[in-house]
């Protein structure tokens, strides 16, 4: 039988280092040592303990990241690994915290628009949203919004949305002393709604990030907070039973503005697809087309998503189309917009 290695452990025997606040989480960031990454992007994913960075690609299993980083042969760096009696402990889970449910979705419907309703969208983001190929009625129906820098901000919003809606267990909101707080990242709010139109959750896009721009609204682990799930956005017509899936809310919205109301399912992620059985079935999918960017020709974590989602697709009686466009555009929706500016 093959053995298995812990990814953190095995990293830490490479001399790998971390970013020591994400120790512990579900996936840890460390400096990765292939490409002269000075910040943390390899990511160590202990689901299934593998690798990858998002600088230079570099992906495998901790028998290759360890044969990678001592110069070994995959035979080698195995048998190495084998006779590391600590590796081959059985690892300590960290007792996990227990596990909170997000509000239900009428109730977080009603926070998130009293929210976004206090709230405007800057002149900046409105001239972005123009630039990607959205319309005034389009963003106007988008319900996009600006979440300004400072906690002042975040603390008065708080403070008065506390007065009219129970904020308990609505992702994005918490107490410290007892008092009601606001954690987010500034930037622009992007709602992620249902096949009716709610919103379920927020996704931020940080206005200064280089990696991970879209981010939940989430409050896990706080008092009286809540985790965001990896809610699907649907956007355009949802009475067709054809619809293409893509990675991130805006896109697809963008997206469908520009196809005359295409039906987009966006994940939050090409991982992130747990939730997405039952958009499938409320909306009576029939068949998809898959529209993720196109670094999926060339991306190995990627495509193992990708391979995944069409058993999911398939499990649940989902036909599965894949689409490809000019690699030149990398998202569906810069495709889109070019071609639609050509015409
Ligand atoms: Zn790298
Ligand atoms: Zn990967």
Known sequence: MLLKFPIVQTAKKCGIPFDQRTLGRAVVEAQCPFCGDQRHHLFLYTSDDHFHCYRCRAHGNAVSLYARCNELSYANAYHELADDKILRLPQKREPRPQAVEPAPIERRHAVYTALLDSLALSQEHR????????????????????????????????????????????????????????????????????????????????????????????????????????????????????????????????????????????????????????????????????????????????????????????????????YHWNPEYKGVDDYLWARSRAI
């Open 127 to 322: 001239e972005n949203l123009l630039e990607r190929g959205l319309n005034s009625e389009a963003i106007e129906a988008g319900g996009y919004r600006s979440l300004p820098y400072g906690k002042e901000v975040r603390d008065a919003l708080a403070a008065s949305l506390s007065q009219d809606c129970n904020l308990m267990h609505v992702p994005g909101f918490y107490t410290a002393n007892g008092i009601w707080q606001f954690t987010a990242w500034s930037g622009l709010l992007i709602p992620v709604r249902d096949h009716l139109g709610r919103i379920q959750g927020i996704q931020v896009r940080l206005d200064r990030a280089e990696k991970r721009k879209y981010r939940w609204v989430s409050s896990a682990d706080l008092p009286n907070g809540a985790p965001a799930r990896g809610w699907v956005h649907v956007t355009g017509d949802t009475g067709r039973r054809t619809a293409c899936i893509t990675e991130g809310a805006l896109k697809g919205d963008i997206s469908s503005l520009l196809t005359g109301g295409t039906l987009f399912l966006c994940v939050a992620g090409v991982d992130s697809t747990a939730l997405l059985p039952e958009t499938l079935k409320a909306l009576k999918i029939r068949k998809v087309y898959e529209t993720f960017d196109m670094d999926k020709l060339t991306n190995p974590h990627v495509r193992d998503a990708l391979k995944r989602l069409q058993k999911l697709l398939a499990a649940n009686g989902v036909q599965y189309r894949p």
